[in-house]
Structure formats: C-alpha cells, structure tokens
C-alpha cells in the first residue's frame, strides 16, 4: 500500500463548479500535511497547510480526518486556472524534514 | 528575491555516461532537498541536507547516485554510469530556518533524458 495514496482523476469539470479531492495516507503517526500544485511541467508550490480544525483560504477549504486517515480539499467556483494537479502531501512524524507527496490528482476546468 | 535556480534545464545523455545536475537555492534557506520525478508518477525523496548535519541519503536509489553540497550553499546531484530507467525530472527544493521544514520551495527541475 502506498503511504499516499490519491485518485488520479482527471476531475473533468466546468468553470464555476465546486469540486473536491480525498487522499487517504497509511501511517497514523502523520504530523503534517498539506496540498501542493503543480502545474503542467512545472515545479509543485505550497497551495496550503491542512490543520485539523480545517482551514480556509478563499475559494479553497481544507480538511483533516485522523480517525480515518484521510484529507481533502474542495474547491469552489471553479476556475480555468485552477487546472492543474493536486498534491497531497504528508510528514510521516518519523522525522520533521521528510515530505512524502502523493502522485497528484488532476483537475481539468473547462469554459 | 531569486527563486531556488537548477542547471541544466534539460540534459540529454547517453547510457552509461556520467551526469551532474546543480541546484542554487534560495539565500540562507539552511536545508536542501533533491528528489525526483518519473512521468505520471509523484515525487520521489532522494536526498536532504541540514546545515552541517550529515545529510539523509535514504532515498538513494543506488550508489550511482550521490550528491553534495558546497559551503552550505550550492547543491550537486551526481548520476555515474547512467541507465535508461534514471530518466526522470530531477527536482531541488530549500526551506528557510524558521518557516518549518514543511515550507519547501521548488526549483524548475532539470529533464534527465537518458538515450
């Protein structure tokens, strides 16, 4: 099993839609996590830090699940530039340094 | 400010060469990290650098690969013997003292073709 595991998509959706992504990671000892973008050959950038009350940062909400081990991130009122794909990303705990990303969800947004 | 900056962009070689891809990160970003990426697939850890700490070699795939990092600074990913399956985007990224290691700014990555 891997330690990061998301649906690939594509998530094939139309402008001003809302759209959400699970990712479910393996080790209940996770500290942090987070969702990165990364656009089509591009470098990943931070898009936000989940905490485990949840957070919101305009048209992007994020959510924590310990108990289920999972993530997710919605998106609302979808955007073309929104097309990307999603990286959820994970500290395992077993050292403060070490990232673990998932392969990416992809988001098509369409006019 | 000037973002993290890797060289080449792109490296096309052949098999069983000799490859070494550079990473300039961010000014007094203290920890380095190179990992790799194979088409389709998510980021693969490779190697971290703290500082004067001994650097986590962990994610190694082999001992063709070894990197270094000069003065605390500048970053060097070394490949010898390259093999077919090393074609990848090699990806450095440098994260500042105090914004939490999580914080990791990525470079333009450099395409490794090997032919």
């Known amino acids: 099993r891997k330690e990061v595991e998301q649906d690939p998509g594509p998530f094939n959706v139309p402008e001003g839609a809302t759209v959400a992504f699970n990712c479910t990671y393996s080790?209940?000892?996770?500290?942090?996590f987070f969702w990165y973008r990364q656009d089509c050959r591009k470098e990943p950038k931070l898009l936000m830090s989940v905490y485990s009350s949840g957070n919101e940062d305009g048209r992007f909400t994020a959510q924590l699940n310990r108990a289920s081990q999972y993530i997710s991130l919605l998106i609302r009122d979808s955007k073309l530039s929104d097309s990307a794909t999603y990286l959820c990303v994970v500290n395992p705990g077993d050292s403060s340094y070490k990232l673990i990303f998932g392969s990416g969800t992809r988001l098509l947004v369409r006019p | 400010g000037a973002g993290v900056s890797q060289s080449p962009s792109n490296k096309v070689t052949e098999k069983g060469k000799d490859v070494e891809l550079r990473c300039d990160p961010i000014?007094?970003?203290?920890?380095l990290y190179w990992y790799r990426q194979s088409l389709g697939q998510g980021l693969e850890f490779l190697i971290y650098f703290q500082g004067n700490s001994a650097p986590d070699k962990s994610g190694l795939p082999s001992d063709r690969f070894s990197a270094e990092r000069t003065g605390g600074s500048v970053s060097t990913l070394t490949i010898q013997r390259t093999q077919q399956e090393d074609s990848a985007v090699y990806l450095c990224?440098?994260?500042?003292?105090?914004?939490?290691?999580?914080?990791?700014?990525f470079g333009p990555g450099t395409r490794l073709t090997v032919t």
């Open positions: 000014s007094g970003h203290t920890a």
């Open positions: 990224a440098s994260s500042p003292p105090w914004g939490g290691r999580s914080e990791q700014y």
């Open positions: 080790n209940s000892a996770s500290q942090s």
